[in-house]
């Protein structure tokens, strides 16, 4: 298959390539478009043949169901059961944006969509570009993150076209994403309600909003949780994982920057090419071949922003080893550290 490359202004898109797109949805195709975290992959989410084939272009597990993006508001209720009283506060508060929900599903929705589960998880994008493919398709779309499964979710067009090239049909280019990790997945069909999956919608905001809301202990677990643990079918599944091994420094910055010098000059004794993450205020002190900065460390927000990009990039020259440092785990460094620690398959290092 040819994988079509659309370019559009992601504030300004062209309508008419987006209805080339839209019409791609609306008969079975697949289109892997921008919103405001990650690229994710489309389907009609009402038709089972289109969902089977974005599992397959995907190579994901059919246990794993995807996120359903709507326009509005009202596209919700042909697909859920009840809109509880909590999810109503939240989506008046945080729609369009970075927060999926988890509701009672209607049995209206093919179970291949939500993989069998009686729940339903869905968001509203913040994105000129994605709104404008679900107004015009008039579908809800599912769309999981447009990756392989396993890899890193992609933040830019072409980090799509690596994983995804020749298997999908179109990819509208609108840019590079915002936040760079995907949305908070919060679980409203259980009470209190429970955060499955940090994001780009912090914990702290959203429990203020809701009074009590708990964390699923997989959001900061460090090692792989046990199958009587797992809420979310995503929690079981290999995830974000370069080529490359990836090992996990914690800890304060002085006793890290220790650390990872003589995990990187022991990796290099044995032959191993190394590739360090840093940040903007310790990059200096490797001296390692490849060094990358994340971010400063007092602006996480651009941390998120570059986290997986930066582990295509250095897998991408080759490493054997990428060594990373971590960063506190409040605000958006709770999504962070979730997917550090998920990309080193829990291959965490305490110092100091
Ligand atoms: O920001 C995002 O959420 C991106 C963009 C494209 O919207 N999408 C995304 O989708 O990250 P995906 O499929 O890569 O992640 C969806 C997560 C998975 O961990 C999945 O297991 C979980 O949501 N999920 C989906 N349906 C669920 C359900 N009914 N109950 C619990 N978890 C569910
Ligand atoms: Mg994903």
Redesign the pocket.
């Known amino acids: 298959m040819k994988t079509v490359l659309l370019k559009v202004e992601p504030e300004n898109p062209d309508l008419t390539k987006i209805q080339v797109a839209a019409d791609i949805i609306r008969s079975g195709g697949l289109v892997a478009f921008p919103?405001e975290?990650?690229?994710?992959l489309g389907a009609d989410a009402l038709n089972p043949e289109a969902v089977a084939a974005l599992f397959e272009a995907k190579k994901r597990p059919l246990d794993?169901?995807?996120?359903i993006?709507v326009a509005n508001v009202h596209a919700i209720d042909a697909l859920v059961e009840e809109v509880p009283q909590k999810a109503r506060l939240l989506i008046e508060r945080f729609w369009p944006g970075?927060l999926?929900l988890?509701f009672k599903r209607s049995t209206k929705v093919p179970s291949l969509t939500?993989a069998g589960?009686d729940?339903?998880?869905i968001?509203i994008?913040n994105h000129k570009v994605a709104l404008a493919l679900i107004n015009q398709s008039q579908r809800p779309i599912a769309?999981?993150?447009?990756n392989l499964a396993g890899k890193p979710?992609p933040t830019t067009a072409q980090h799509v076209c690596e994983d995804l090239g020749g298997r999908i049909d179109i990819i509208i280019d609108g840019g590079a994403t915002k936040i760079g990790v995907?949305?908070t997945?919060v679980?409203l069909s259980v009470d209190p309600p429970l955060l499955?999956?940090p994001?780009?919608t912090s914990f702290e905001t959203l429990k203020r909003a809701l009074g009590s809301l708990e964390l699923h202990p997989f959001v900061d677990a460090e090692e792989e949780l046990t199958l009587q643990q797992i809420?979310?079918?995503?929690?079981k599944h290999k995830h974000y994982a370069p080529k490359a091994e990836v090992i996990l420094v914690e800890g304060n910055i002085e006793a890290t920057v220790i650390k990872i010098k003589e995990l990187s000059e022991s990796y290099k004794h044995k032959g191993f090419k190394v590739g360090i993450l840093a940040t903007d205020q310790t990059q200096e002190a490797y001296t390692t071949d490849v060094v990358r900065s994340l971010g400063s460390r007092f602006n996480i927000v651009s941390v998120a922003q570059n986290l997986f990009r930066l582990l295509r990039e250095v897998d991408a020259l080759g490493v054997d080893v990428i060594i990373t440092e971590s960063v506190p785990s409040e605000g958006l460094g709770l999504a962070v550290m979730n997917r550090l620690r998920k990309a080193s398959g829990y291959h965490i290092i305490k110092a100091g």
Do not use: C, K, Q
């Open positions: 919103t975290t990650v690229y994710g794993n169901p995807p996120i993006h970075p999926t988890i939500t589960l729940t339903i998880a968001r994008p769309a999981p993150s447009a979710s995907e949305s997945v679980d499955l999956r994001g780009g809420r979310s079918p995503g929690m």
